[in-house]
């Protein structure tokens, strides 16, 4: 994906973006926001890893922040790395490149990284970063499979242990409107929740035919279309809304039910973009969940519906969220999600790392999510019913082809 130099973007440039990292948290509200930080104490030494279209645009905004000192910059592509480097200002001394780059960045006297890279390598390249003693700013979703998450609650823990923050980027549960609705649903304003529906709408990603090694697949969000590197596509896209309806619900399901498979034309990658499935929760609470990624012109969608017993709720990305019934209505419009989400959290990582906030309340919802998003896709593939339970004790890792690429 080509660099974004516009902080207002189309939906449509939104939804190609979107997928490959997203939603982010901070400390304060229910999941916390942060307002930009106009004036700074110091400046924190920054690595961005992983300077493909989303790298190079979150690393603009840290940049803008103002609280940043853009010091090193990593990606597999040594091109990739020189266009970012470029465009911050990193002196070509601290620009690395190769699988093994990320390593010569947190050893280049950086303070802190943000991540973001295919999933497959963020569990990695977090724990290298805790180990080191950075703090860690880091895309979604934080895994493909359950080792992976398992890694990444285990260096979230030692971070908070050790003083460090550790934030994962989700955006929905920042923004001001989607955080009155989930205060209005915890404060049961529309009753015990009955059922709740998500929804994952896009028109997908390029999916080419693979070569004799990945390399082609790790640029321009190709790897969303390997499993193994991008968690599929309800983990990686659908993701967002999952994340709202554990918001709301407040607990992960125990149980998933459903069918998936792939629809569209010449399919190369493993990525299932249709798919069908219902979570179960210990409360009760049924979660169906839809997911399409097809170039259907079918308009995009992120959204969590909440059903109660005495009115109903919606948390959206674009549009309105609202409440209606109950002991109210309330409707508010969300604005520019995308960039101002990311804004906010950027802004949230700075104050807690100013401010000593080593709470780090994203690490265990974040990590809830990826698992989530697993269950459906494994219980979907095979078209049975699997718990939670079962998905942990399986304990099945993913793993990637690296031979032949550029250490």
């Known amino acids: 994906m080509s660099a974004l130099s516009k902080i207002d973007m189309t939906r449509r440039e939104i939804l190609k973006a979107a997928g490959t990292a997203g939603l982010v948290v901070g400390g304060g509200n229910v999941f916390g926001q942060a307002t ?5 104490a110091r400046k924190i030494k920054l690595g961005v890893i992983g300077c ?3 790298g190079r645009w979150i690393a603009k905004l840290f940049k803008e922040h103002g609280g940043y000192e853009m010091h090193a910059v990593a990606d597999y592509f040594g091109h990739v790395v020189d266009q970012c480097g470029d465009a911050l200002g990193v002196s070509s001394r601290r620009r690395f490149s190769g699988l093994s780059g990320y390593k010569k960045l947190i050893d280049s006297g950086v303070e802190a990284v943000a991540l973001e890279t295919p999933p497959y390598f963020l569990p990695e390249h977090a724990e290298r970063a805790v180990q080191a003693g950075l703090h860690v700013y880091m895309a979604k979703p934080v895994a493909v499979d359950v080792p992976g998450c398992m890694a990444i609650l285990e260096a979230g823990k ?8 550790f934030l994962v980027d989700y955006q929905m549960p920042t923004d001001p409107v989607n955080i009155k609705v989930a205060k209005a649903i915890h404060a049961g304003q529309i009753g015990p929740i009955s059922q709740v529906a998500t929804y994952g709408i896009c028109n997908g990603w390029p999916d080419p035919p693979k070569a004799d090694t990945i390399e ?7 790897w969303v279309n390997t499993i193994a590197l991008g968690c599929d596509l309800i983990g990686n896209y659908d993701i967002h809304a999952i994340d709202a309806a554990l ?3 407040g607990q ?3 149980a998933a039910s459903g069918f998936s498979r792939i629809c569209r034309a010449n399919p190369h990658g493993d990525s299932r973009d249709v798919c069908s499935i219902v979570f179960k929760y210990a409360n009760g609470v049924v979660h169906n969940h839809f997911g399409q990624a097809l170039k259907n012109n079918t308009d995009g969608r992120l959204s969590c519906h909440v059903y109660g017993q005495t009115a109903n709720a919606l948390i959206e990305y674009w549009g309105k969220s609202y409440v209606r019934g109950g002991k109210g209505h309330y409707s508010g419009d969300v604005k520019s999600l995308y960039s101002a989400g990311a804004k906010r959290n950027i802004a949230t990582f700075y104050r807690n790392i100013g401010e000593g906030i080593y709470t780090n309340d994203t690490l265990q919802r974040s990590v809830d999510g990826v698992l989530t ?5 494994e219980a979907a593939a095979r078209g049975a019913l699997l718990t939670m339970d079962k998905l942990i004790k399986e304990n099945k890792r993913l793993e990637v082809n690296l031979s032949g690429l550029k250490t």
């Open 158 to 165: 030692k971070s908070t242990n050790n003083k460090r923050v």
């Open 216 to 222: 082609n697949l790790l640029q321009r969000l190709i």
């Open 252 to 254: 992960k399901p125990v």
């Open 247 to 249: 918001w709301a619900i």
């Open 52 to 54: 493909g279209g989303r």
């Open 373 to 377: 998003t697993i269950l459906g896709r």
């Open 36 to 40: 930009d930080t106009k004036q700074v």
